[in-house]
């Protein structure tokens, strides 16, 4: 009792100091509403009409965790709502510092960020080997403007997981969060783009957990394997440097401000991509974040194939892997479209041709008829800027057979240069424009695609723009590309088992 008639004295002392304080702070407390004024909705009403999508289409419930009562929580799905239109448009802008945008107008009220930059592992040198894999783990971090805890809660609250993936020639910051929080969420994306800043004692978990992560993706056979021909086919340096954190003791606060200072301020080389909005809109975003950034810092020397060179990673079991690599093309050129169609020729992608119950490929008709045991033979196309990297990766569960796996797919692919029919070119048309699609239907497939296009300096395509590009191609071109690569120095990487892998030189 005594309590609550000391609170009920407390009230009006209450009201009269709230009364008395300015306008200004009554305002930003009580905010602007009054009792005749006609309350305004905090949406957009004609947006909510817009991006009308039952939400459980946007979301599905998955365990966090690998034990056995590990928590159930909502996340959003990967593919992007059209709300019966074929395919979202996508439209493609710069702002007037250089910084390019491109909007995905899809029919969804989540939203999806992403925001490129055209530097990778290749602008590393040897001081600064692994920088990048390590602030894939500090991004979030103290900056000039927030905390470490701040950086770390605040998009969690908006529901967004904030997603760093450094690459060997592009870096990725990707997040999903509703639509009315998209602003806070790509300030946190660009924190250290706009004020960088770093602080050793923060630095030794990122480290600890940028060696971790680097030893379990080389645990994978193919991981270490392509970085090994990376360094091989371009001698250690630019795209030849190692994706992975290797252990480099001089990454300290200076090294990090230093790198950051040099290669995050480039305007031209930095590209925004949204997912559910109109261009105007992240045009808007972009402009408000991004605006203080200059052009013209970051340049990388071009990278230059060398070729014939090899090399063996020893690992235990009887069977062996081989990847046997030419020079590809630069990603968004026509000639990287027809090396993704070549794959679809021979049978070495994802889909295989499957017809009465059997596959129908000319990899597996060929490999088959030398190979006893269980094998894989597929292609591999990898596109950079201005390089690329085509070939076959080949495996066998008898490493005695894979000279002979290696040789019948590279006598494949290199008949292709001798002439196709038409009725295996529409087929592969057919296939590529199928995986096309499919890959644009997705918010990881349109983000990647649309945003590499962007930074390589071409416009951003829809999927209806490659489709019809995909239809363009001839078999005068797919000669003409096959003959190239054919005519290209390889690079060879086995794994395994591989005694009695025949030399390089038997195999060109």
Not at 66 to 75: K, L, P, T
Not at 206 to 230: F, G, K, V, Y
Not at 405 to 415: H, N
Not at 461 to 480: K, N, P
């Amino acid at each position: 009792m005594f309590l609550a008639r000391q609170h009920a004295a407390l009230l009006p002392k209450h009201a009269a100091g709230i009364a008395s304080l300015p306008n200004a702070i009554i305002t930003r407390i009580a905010g602007r509403f009054k009792t005749e004024e006609e309350y305004k909705p905090h949406v957009d009403l004609e947006l909510e009409q817009k991006y009308d999508v039952p939400i459980h289409e946007l979301l599905s419930r998955l365990p966090v965790g690998s034990s056995e009562g590990a928590m159930v929580m909502e996340q959003y799905v990967g593919h992007i709502p059209c709300n019966g239109a074929l395919a979202p448009t996508v439209t493609g802008d710069r702002l007037s510092n250089g910084v390019a945008t491109v909007a995905v107008d899809s029919a969804s009220p989540i939203v999806h960020l992403g925001v490129y930059l055209g530097l990778g592992t290749r602008h590393e040198t040897k001081a600064t080997a692994g920088m990048l894999q390590v602030m894939k783990h500090a991004w979030l971090g103290t900056t000039t403007r927030r905390t470490l805890v701040g950086g770390a809660r605040e998009p969690v609250q908006c529901g967004a997981n904030i997603v760093f993936t450094p690459g060997r020639d592009v870096t990725s910051i990707t997040a999903s969060c509703p639509r009315d929080k998209a602003d806070l969420v790509l300030d946190h994306m660009v924190q250290n783009l706009i004020c960088p800043e770093f602080f050793n004692h923060e630095l030794h978990t990122p480290i600890a957990r940028a060696a971790q992560t680097s030893a379990a993706e080389l645990a994978n056979p193919l991981n270490r394997m392509l970085d090994t021909a990376h360094q091989l086919a371009y001698r250690g340096t630019g795209l030849g440097r190692s994706l992975y954190y290797a252990g480099n003791s001089g990454l300290d606060r200076d090294a990090c401000l230093d790198f950051a200072l040099e290669n995050f301020r480039d305007s031209n080389n930095i590209a925004v991509v949204g997912v559910g909005f109109d261009a105007d809109t992240v045009n808007v975003l972009a402009d408000e974040f991004l605006w203080s950034l200059e052009g013209g810092s970051v340049s990388s020397a071009p990278s230059t194939w060398t070729g014939m060179r090899d090399a063996h990673i020893e690992a235990p079991g009887a069977g062996g892997r081989a990847l046997f690599l030419s020079e590809g093309a630069p990603i968004g050129s026509k000639d990287a479209l027809t090396l993704d169609l070549i794959g679809y020729l021979v049978g070495g992608s994802a889909a295989p041709s499957v017809a009465h119950g059997a596959v129908q490929t000319k990899l597996a008709a060929a490999v088959g008829a030398v190979a006893g045991g269980p094998f894989t033979s597929e292609t591999v196309n990898i596109s950079y800027r201005d390089s690329g990297m085509f070939g076959l990766s080949v495996s066998a569960a008898n490493g005695a057979e894979l000279g002979d796996v290696l040789k019948s797919s590279i006598g494949v692919v290199r008949g292709v240069s001798q002439g196709v029919s038409d009725e295996d070119l529409q087929g592969a048309k057919n296939r590529l424009k199928l995986s096309v699609l499919n890959e644009r239907s997705s918010v990881s497939g349109v983000l990647n695609g649309t945003a590499t296009e962007a930074l390589a300096g071409g416009a951003a395509r829809s999927a209806g723009d490659i489709c019809a590009a995909i239809d363009a191609l001839t078999a005068e071109d797919v000669i003409a590309v096959a003959k190239k690569v054919a005519t290209s120095q390889p690079v060879l990487v086995t794994y395994g088992s591989a005694e009695d892998m025949p030399l390089q030189r038997e195999l060109i």
